[in-house]
C-alpha cells in the first residue's frame, strides 16, 4: 500500500528509536485521529496493572483495533504520542514499540511526555496517534 507521506530527518540518531523528525503528507483524503490508547479492557477495566511491557503491547493492538475500525492500519500512522508515568519503564521496554512500528514499515513524528498519572491510577503508558488514509 503506498503511503501519502514522507518521513524527514536530517539525522539519523533516531532510527533506532523508530520515529522520524517530522513528517509531510500530501493532501489527504482522510485524517484519523486516535484518542490515546491504553492496556484497557472491552468494558475499560485496565489489564495488565504493574506491568510496562504487557501495557504497552495491549496499548498497541487497542491502536490498532481502533485504526481497523475507521479502515485504517498502521502503516498509515504519521504521529505517535506517548504518555507515561514511567518514563524509564517505557524506555525500558522501547524494544516493543520499536518492534511494532518495524513491522508497520512506519517510522512517524513522535512525542514522549511523562506525566504524573493518566486517567486511571494503574495505567502506566498511553498512545495517542494520527494517521492519514489516501
Known amino acids: 500500500m503506498s503511503t501519502p507521506h514522507q ?3 536530517p539525522w539519523t540518531w533516531q532510527d533506532q528509536f523508530g520515529f ?5 503528507a ?7 485521529f486516535c484518542s490515546g490508547q491504553a492496556s484497557s479492557g472491552p468494558e475499560g477495566d485496565t489489564l495488565h496493572v504493574g506491568d510496562m511491557r504487557a501495557q504497552v503491547a ?3 493492538d487497542n491502536l ?3 485504526l481497523e475500525k475507521a479502515g485504517a492500519d498502521m502503516s498509515q500512522v504519521v504521529r505517535l504520542n ?3 508515568t514511567d518514563a524509564d519503564a517505557l524506555l525500558g521496554a522501547w524494544d516493543l514499540v520499536v ?3 518495524g513491522k508497520a514499515g512506519i517510522q512517524p513524528a513522535s512525542t514522549l511526555l511523562g506525566v ?3 486517567a486511571f491510577p494503574d495505567m502506566l503508558v498511553e498512545i495517542e496517534a494520527t494517521a492519514l488514509v489516501p
Open 26 to 32: 500530501a493532501p489527504p483524503s482522510r485524517w484519523v
Open 99 to 101: 518492534e511494532r512500528l
Open 64 to 66: 490498532e483495533a481502533v
Open 58 to 60: 495491549q496499548a498497541f
Open 82 to 84: 506517548y504518555f507515561t
Open 7 to 9: 518521513s524527514i530527518s
Open 20 to 24: 522520524a523528525q517530522a513528517v509531510a
Open 116 to 118: 504524573a498519572r493518566l
